[in-house]
């Protein structure tokens, strides 16, 4: 008998991308053989199921080979051992670095480090992730953190340049990169309701504008510094001069007037905030002066909560209100003839003030 073959033969590698992301889930074969068959595999392909496990362990052990490549993603468009479409590289790195937000919330803040690591059995199983996973996404945040943090130039910039990130996925590996370094205190039971995105966007405010790479006419320096990884000391020891906000009585009297004038008849927490005013300003500047401390950088937003979001809820302010008093609190500031450090009060308040807001769940 004769018998007639169809044979394609090609050098491109084929990759199923919903395999990938079993395979990225920390998935074994046969859970990942019994995913595709809950979602009708055999169905589609008309395969039976010794087909579809030879199929699946083909593809992990493909991911397997490329993922040491995937470690250095600008080394897999000119390795020679698997022909990928350029599509398909962009596909395998973006989705490679994803990473869960719970995960993220869990670690960070924490050292990137062995003891971290160790404690990533606990993690699986409070998120619910699966240990695989968590090691992926953990060594992943290592990764990174180690390539760009004694790099100069923009944080975000840097970490797309060396891993071909989105600007979305770069942003949050910022974040991640600059919390480690800083070692923010993110674990106390007040700041459990905030997310990692809560988080995150805090980290890229505190970039923009407290680091020694802040941008805009802020940036009087050199492109010599760690530049986004580190709080920009001078601007931190210039923070003391808030203090006369509070210590001149006068003067703190006259901010009052000020804010009070400009918010009279425009929120219903009013006399509250009157009454409440001097206790106010004097967390937001005393949390100011505090912060050439390296502990007290790291209790930054503790304070954030325990000194203003919490006194502020427990009067019931709604976020509008909050926003209205921290723009006037903010403004008033310029209308203190003898108060001179203007510049120095925006760049501290426009960051506190972006926090607070994003902080603030009602």
Request: aromatic share 10%; net charge neutral.
């Amino acid at each position: 008998m004769s018998m007639v073959l169809d044979v394609f033969v090609g050098n491109t590698t084929i990759m199923d991308m919903d395999i990938y992301q079993l395979w990225l889930d920390g998935l074994t074969v046969r859970e990942a053989v019994k995913a595709r068959m809950d979602q009708g595999a055999l169905l589609e392909c008309e395969a039976n199921a010794e087909v579809l496990m030879s199929d699946t362990m083909d593809q992990f052990r493909t991911f397997q080979l490329c993922e040491r490549l995937l470690h250095s993603p600008t080394k897999l468009a000119n390795q020679l051992l698997f022909q990928i479409p350029s599509q398909h590289q962009r596909m395998l790195i973006e989705k490679y670095y994803e990473f869960d937000s719970v995960f993220a919330r869990e670690v960070l803040g924490k050292k990137l480090s062995k003891g971290t690591k160790k404690d990533l059995d606990d993690i699986s199983s409070k998120t619910g992730i699966t240990l695989k996973s968590c090691r992926r996404q953990f060594d992943n945040f290592k990764r990174v953190f180690k390539v760009v943090e004694d790099l100069k130039g923009p944080l975000v910039e840097n970490i797309q340049h060396h891993f071909l990130l989105t600007d979305t996925q770069a942003r949050d590996y910022a974040a991640i990169v600059f919390f480690a370094n800083s070692r923010f205190e993110t674990g106390k039971r007040k700041l459990q309701y905030l997310s990692f995105q809560d988080f995150a966007y805090c980290a890229s405010q505190l970039i923009q504008y407290w680091t020694t790479g802040a941008v805009g006419e802020l940036h009087l320096y050199s492109m010599v510094e760690d530049m986004d990884v580190d709080l920009e000391k001078e601007f931190l020891h210039e923070l003391k001069d808030l203090k006369v906000l509070v210590n001149d009585k006068n003067m703190l009297d006259q901010h009052k007037v000020l804010v009070c004038a400009a918010l009279r008849g425009k929120i219903k927490v009013y006399r509250l905030m009157e009454a409440n005013f001097k206790n106010l300003s004097r967390a937001l500047i005393n949390l100011a002066s505090k912060l050439t401390h390296t502990k007290d950088v790291r209790d930054l937003f503790i304070d954030l909560v325990e000194k203003v979001i919490e006194p502020c809820r427990c009067d019931r302010w709604t976020l509008g209100e909050v926003t209205l008093f921290l723009t006037q609190y903010t403004n008033a500031a310029h209308g203190l003839g003898t108060f001179s450090r203007q510049v120095v009060w925006d760049r501290y308040m426009g960051v506190i003030r972006s926090c607070i807001l994003r902080m603030y769940h009602e």
